[in-house]
């Protein structure tokens, strides 16, 4: 699958182990990979169900289908995360490394992508049905805030005119 243009209209080199989950995915339908967090985010038909960080593929899980990654012996996407007071703790995202020989073809990726896919259909679903069931909190009128810099950049209200408006002209119906 060739590269997506970039914004100068050059066609950007995918790197190779990019290219080659996007042919492990590509029975699902089309995918597209968009750089993120040092890696790359890969999506299907939109939906964003696998990340590639230092050459590994991790594919979207949740709780549905954790076990399912968990029962093949897949490793889970973990990261180091440092808090405010400065120590560390391991985290993890819903990502799981697929078993190692569906690496080999798109064939034997296909139940793990569409476990993925599954994933990522369901976490679609339920943002936008919470957002359908929130109840929207009416909203305050927006009073400006005004700094001393944005009252010098703004154009002055309208300005008192030397001439006179004139009134409106009537007319006269005419005679019969």
């Known amino acids: 699958m060739p590269a997506p243009p970039s914004a100068l209209g050059a066609v950007a080199p995918l790197h190779a182990f990019v290219a080659h989950c996007i042919e492990l995915l590509g029975p699902m339908g089309p995918v597209r990979s968009r750089r993120m967090f040092g890696g790359h985010g890969l999506y299907v038909d939109d939906l964003f169900v696998g990340l590639i960080l230092n050459d590994q593929l991790y594919l979207k899980s949740d709780a549905i289908n954790r076990s399912r990654y968990l029962e093949a012996g897949c490793e889970p996407f973990r990261y180091t995360r440092t808090r405010p007071d400065g120590s ?4 993890g995202l819903s990502f799981f490394q697929p078993p190692e020989e569906a690496m080999d073809s798109p064939a034997l990726m296909q139940p793990w992508a569409r ?3 599954e994933a990522a259909l369901r976490a679609a679903n339920a943002k936008t049905s919470k957002a359908s069931k929130a109840p929207k909190a ?3 009128p927006r009073t400006p805030k005004a700094s001393k810099a944005s009252e010098a950049r703004t154009a002055p209200t309208a300005r008192p005119t030397a001439k006179a408006a004139k009134p409106p002209k009537v007319t006269k119906p005419a005679k019969r």
Do not use: I, K
């Open 88 to 91: 560390t703790q391991e985290a």
């Open 115 to 117: 476990l993925a896919m």
């Open 138 to 140: 009416p909203r305050a």
